[in-house]
């Protein structure tokens, strides 16, 4: 019997790897879809042959012998070991057969949808309506599952039912209570289109012709994906994710022990000290023993020490420490207060060399723009001082002298003015020879630079146009024509090559620098000295900027010139100056509150301002620059600064503020800056205060106004800030920023006002 059952093993073996060569030998080709699109998953899938595959070889059966051997088996006589490992083959046999698979299809009633599934045919009826009821999210007795027409019992299973190991059967479903418990078809993922069960062809192996249809069943992962990172594309900002496998996850066994518990992480720990014995031992003389005493010590007890007496001096050591410590802590703390006193010696030091520096500075460069004046500002400057130097002359003359002697000194005075003034305009003519020079090479070089931007990685870059060619070729013939001091030769080059350039257009102006060209050419070749060619040479260098600042000719200059080309917009844009009846764009005149029209351009005002007022407004325009530098630092949307003029600053620095500091009454006007009175609101003429610069920086810094400030001098601030209000409220512009300034509530509004007390005194 043994040998029977051997060898029955040993050809079940056989079979079985006969049947894995043959199915790993197979060629599989997917031909078509086996059911419906239903059921829902994750795209990450493993395919399951079915018995198919198993069907498809030729092997007569790989679990069990047919029934006739089994029954011959059982008549032979057996001892009871041989039963019982013959019972426990057959329940190992019973239970293999249980767990194997089986397709099961499901028609939904009444729409008819198809859903297809692989269970165990060791299921029961129950456990299979529990399962569709998790998924459909129906209770379980409201289903009904019917086989051919008839209801099946809950307790019968598919092998009941006649299922064979990986077979396939259609049942029916269909719900008691449709109303309330309709039964609906799962909906397929939209991105998902694989079914649940597929159709592939295989090739044998012994015959390379035949081929045999294999149900393949799908088994559709719970899980999704896990996000496992990824990288972005700096430059396209395409984000790429790392995949993950498509295999599910490997299940750790059940080995009936708790291997993770919340205890292990919430424990508490305890440590107690305990003190274990210590056992010594000792050896002393005695009988057969003999221990030598030629390095023992006779130790004396000492003097014994009580505990008060013990703590006492423990007391005094700490004491003693305790001095020590603070002795260095004190130490330390001098010199620390010592080192920035020297810190703070010096920077006072510093600030003042600092100070006297940028006064002797600024001394230095008034009197070089009175030494070499340049701008208009430093003409201002001159008038205002001669001004000064007359004003005082007339007072000290008025003092010591009257009568005749007085009209004499007066009259002497005026022609001395007049020497002066004359010698003022000497030097404004020479200046403005020198700006003209400068503003045309300015225009110039404008007209010739390349086109630049700047790109994404912050270099720029840089691009000539055939307009800014042209510029360039005109820009050097221009040089070319005005330097002086050159041999013949190369100025008749210069001269031939502006010829052929406007030789290009035809008209009045190139047939006059062509006709100089021709007459300066002529006298060269006689031999006339350079010194008489003065003016010829001026008339074409002016003649051949003419012809640079036409657009038809060098369509570059159009965007940089003031006048401009069209009629309609010159006559559209422009204003009527009734001073100097000229037609001017609206930036050449000043702003001012009471005017209703456009009056004077600056030009004619300027020009009023040096013959009669003389009044310099450098330093007002100098703390009006320092203003709208800091307002835009702190809030580029602030515009009150901007709005406001030299003459408008002007009213507000010595009209309202008496033009010194309101803390220290400085006048140096080269050290005082208007700043915000509240850090926190805009800078307006009624939030405003004047100081000096060190007062100024010391003020932004200041929280509450309250604690920095006594009561008197914040009501005079307001009181100023009211005169201001009502200046400035005459013109439209501050107007609409008045009316939308609100009132700030009691920081200000419970002030007390005092009132002076006159004393009589005796």
């Known amino acids: 019997m043994d040998e029977n059952m051997e060898n029955r093993g040993r050809s079940e073996d056989q079979d079985k790897t006969k049947l894995t060569s043959q199915i790993q030998n197979y060629t599989v080709e997917p031909i078509a879809d086996f059911n419906d699109k239903a059921g829902d998953g994750d795209p990450l899938q493993c395919v399951q042959v079915s018995a198919s595959v198993l069907a498809s070889v030729e092997v007569d059966s790989v679990v069990d012998k047919p029934s006739q051997t089994l029954e011959e ?23 293999d057969v249980g767990n194997t698979t089986a397709t099961v299809k499901i028609m939904f009633l009444p729409d008819g949808h198809m859903m297809t599934r692989a269970f165990a045919i060791g299921l029961t009826i129950q456990d299979l309506k529990e399962h569709f009821s998790n998924e459909l999210k129906v209770p379980p007795d409201v289903i009904q599952i019917l086989l051919n027409g008839g209801i099946t019992e809950n307790n019968k299973t598919l092998i009941s039912l006649g299922v064979q190991p990986h077979g396939t059967i259609q049942l029916e479903m269909s719900s008691i209570d449709p109303e309330k418990h309709p039964i609906r078809p799962l909906k397929p993922q939209p991105e998902y289109s694989m079914s649940d069960v597929i159709t592939v062809r295989v090739q044998k192996d012994t015959d390379l012709v035949a081929y045999q249809d294999v149900v393949v069943e799908i088994v559709r992962a719970p899980h999704r994906k896990a996000f496992v990172g990824g ?55 005695k009988i057969g023993c003999y221990m030598s005493n030629m390095e023992d010590k006779l130790i004396s007890p000492g003097v014994y020490i009580t505990a008060d007496e013990y703590h006492s001096r423990r007391l005094k050591a700490v004491v003693v420490l305790q001095k020590h410590v603070r002795s260095w802590q004190a130490k330390r703390f001098t010199d620390q207060l010592r080192r920035e006193k020297e810190h703070h010696q010096d920077w006072v030091k510093k600030e003042e060399v600092r100070r006297k520096l ?86 110039l070089d404008k007209c010739a630079a390349p086109k630049r931007w700047q790109a994404f990685d912050g270099r720029m870059t840089l691009m000539d146009t055939q307009h800014t060619i042209r510029a360039q070729e005109l820009r050097d013939l221009y040089s070319s024509v005005n330097v002086q001091n050159v041999k013949r030769e190369e100025r008749l080059n210069a001269l031939l090559s502006v010829k052929h350039t406007v030789k290009e257009h035809d008209c009045k102006l190139t047939r006059d620098i062509v006709e100089l060209i ?35 000719f060098n369509p570059e200059v159009s965007r940089l010139l003031k006048v401009p080309q069209d009629l309609a917009q010159m006559k559209k844009d422009f204003v009527f100056c009734q001073g100097c009846s000229s037609h001017l764009p609206p930036a050449d005149f000043p702003l001012e509150y009471s005017a209703r ?120 601030v307001k009181q100023k800030h009211m005169l201001a209000q009502k200046y400035f409220s005459k013109i439209p512009a501050m107007a609409q920023f008045l009316q939308s300034t609100s009132p700030q509530p009691g920081a200000h509004g419970d002030l007390l006002v005092t009132k002076p007390i006159t004393v009589e005194t005796k």
């Open 73 to 95: 088996e059982q008549k032979e006589r057996l001892d009871p070991d041989q039963q019982d490992r013959m019972l426990n083959d057959e329940a190992t046999l019973f239970t």
């Open 231 to 285: 990288y972005r594309h700096r430059i396209t900002g395409t984000v790429f994710h790392h995949a993950a496998v498509q295999t599910l996850p490997r299940q750790r066994p059940d080995r009936g022990v708790e291997t993770f518990c919340r205890d292990t992480q919430t424990v508490e720990t305890k440590s107690q000290s305990q003190q274990c014995f210590n056992n010594t031992s000792t050896q002393m003389t």
């Open 358 to 443: 940028e006064k002797e500075e600024k001394i230095k460069a008034e009197h070089q723009r009175r030494m070499n004046p340049a701008t208009a500002e430093d003409f201002e400057l001159l008038y205002y001082s001669v001004e000064r130097w007359r004003q005082q002359e007339v007072q000290h003359i008025d003092a010591t002298l009257s009568g005749p002697e007085r009209k004499a000194a007066l009259c002497a005075l005026l022609d001395q003015e007049t020497q002066f003034l004359f010698s003022v305009e000497q030097h404004r003519t020479a200046a403005r020879q020198r700006n003209q020079q400068k503003a045309v090479q300015a225009l």
């Open 518 to 552: 021709d007459r300066e050419t002529d006298l060269l070749t006689r031999g006339v000295k350079e010194a008489n060619l003065g003016g010829l040479r001026k008339r074409i260098s002016t003649l051949f900027l003419q012809y640079i600042k036409t657009p038809a």
């Open 597 to 716: 029209t456009a009056g004077r351009c600056r030009r004619c005002t300027r020009l009023d301002n040096e013959a009669r007022r003389r009044v310099d407004l450098s330093l007002h325009r100098s703390i009006l620059r320092c203003l709208q530098q800091d307002e835009v630092s702190r809030n580029r949307d602030s515009k009150i600064p901007f709005l406001l003029q030299e003459q408008d600053l002007r009213y507000l620095v010595d009209v309202v503020w008496g033009a010194r500091s309101a803390l220290s009454t400085q006048d140096d006007m080269h050290d005082l800056a208007m700043v915000r009175w509240e850090p926190l609101r805009d800078w307006s003429p009624w939030n405003c205060i004047l100081l000096t610069t060190e007062e100024a920086s010391a003020h932004q810094k200041v929280e509450h106004l309250e604690k920095a400030y006594g009561v008197v001098f914040m009501c005079s």
